[in-house]
């Protein structure tokens, strides 16, 4: 049985773990989410390394023996920092969301030298020209689309017709017709939050009704399958193991089962409350 942290500022980063625990059963999970410091966004890079390296260590002192950094902020700016504070393999989300668009530019009509690809994320995130950095190192053409209402949206909950989600489906459409103003040859679509998973239906929708179809890359899947080439199976001690999950948070844990449960797909267990400092 292996030990796998997994490392959000928040909820978003359960995508990850909802697409990890099929790929690695038996294995131990632990899942931290920083709900105190939230949102990573709106801090320094400094603050944010700070933040970040004191939650990984956290995780690798509760036996974490590789750390994915499930947050596109803190992979953007802190992976590097986080990378020389611990000893063991640590994982982001920018670079196997990058590398998943490359392989569906490279296998879509136009190629990979005539795709240009979309990004959907957060305004830190954007800001950091993390994945437009990541992407054109590829060889790869990219635009960067920052999408501030959508976290909010998502932890709302207005996802559904039993709830609000013409509002969401409005927002949608505007962000993504503004994206397409700058990005007419877009065909390919990469998710680049962790919330984003969740509204990938509703994207799907607004796409069909634009007539702009687009190849769909969740970044939560491509990292949870990067960790995987990481983490091979042992098949004959899997059946006999079955997987563990424990969860922590720094602030709220009744918000966070209510909410992580959404992002999970599955109830929450218990979840522990711990203190990591300002």
């Known amino acids: 049985m292996k030990?796998?942290?997994?490392?959000?500022?928040?909820?978003?980063g359960l995508t990850v773990l909802r697409e990890l625990?099929?790929?690695?059963?038996?294995?131990?999970?632990?899942?931290?989410?920083?709900?105190?410091?939230?949102?990573?966004?709106?801090?320094?890079?400094?603050?944010?390394a700070r933040y970040a390296v004191s939650s990984a260590k956290f995780l690798a002192d509760q036996g974490a023996e590789l750390l994915v950094i499930a947050c596109n902020t803190a992979t953007a700016l802190a992976l590097d920092d986080i990378r020389e504070a611990l000893p063991i393999p640590i994982v982001g989300v920018?670079?196997?969301?990058?590398?998943?668009a490359l392989a569906a530019a490279i296998a879509s009509k136009q190629g990979a030298?005539?795709?240009?690809?979309?990004?959907l994320a957060t305004a830190a995130t954007t800001q950091s020209g993390a994945y437009r950095?990541?992407?054109?190192?590829?060889?790869?053409r990219?635009?960067?689309?920052?999408?501030?209402?959508?976290?909010?949206?998502?932890?709302?909950?207005?996802?559904?017709a039993a709830t609000h989600d013409s509002v969401t489906l409005e927002v949608l459409r505007i962000y993504l017709l503004e994206a397409m103003e700058e990005a007419p040859a877009a065909n390919v679509l990469l998710l680049g939050c962790t919330h984003y998973p969740l509204l990938r239906p509703l994207i799907e929708t607004t796409l069909e009704d634009l007539r702009h179809p687009m190849r769909?890359?969740?970044?939560?899947?491509?990292t949870a399958r990067a960790v995987a080439a990481l983490a091979p199976q042992d098949v004959t001690s899997t059946a006999s193991s079955p997987t563990r999950c424990e969860f922590y948070a720094t602030d709220s844990i009744e918000k966070f089962q209510r909410l992580g449960s959404t992002f999970l797909g599955r109830e929450l267990p218990e979840v522990r409350l711990i203190d990591l400092g300002g």
């Open 216 to 222: 769909i890359i969740d970044s939560a899947a491509a």
């Open 94 to 100: 920018v670079e196997p969301g990058a590398e998943s």
């Open 113 to 119: 030298a005539a795709s240009q690809i979309l990004v």
């Open 21 to 48: 625990l099929p790929l690695l059963p038996g294995d131990r999970f632990l899942y931290l989410g920083d709900t105190a410091r939230l949102p990573y966004g709106s801090k320094s890079r400094a603050t944010i």
């Open 3 to 12: 030990t796998i942290g997994v490392f959000d500022s928040g909820f978003g």
């Open 133 to 140: 950095r990541t992407l054109e190192g590829l060889g790869l």
């Open 142 to 160: 990219a635009t960067e689309k920052s999408c501030p209402l959508l976290v909010p949206l998502v932890e709302e909950g207005w996802l559904d």
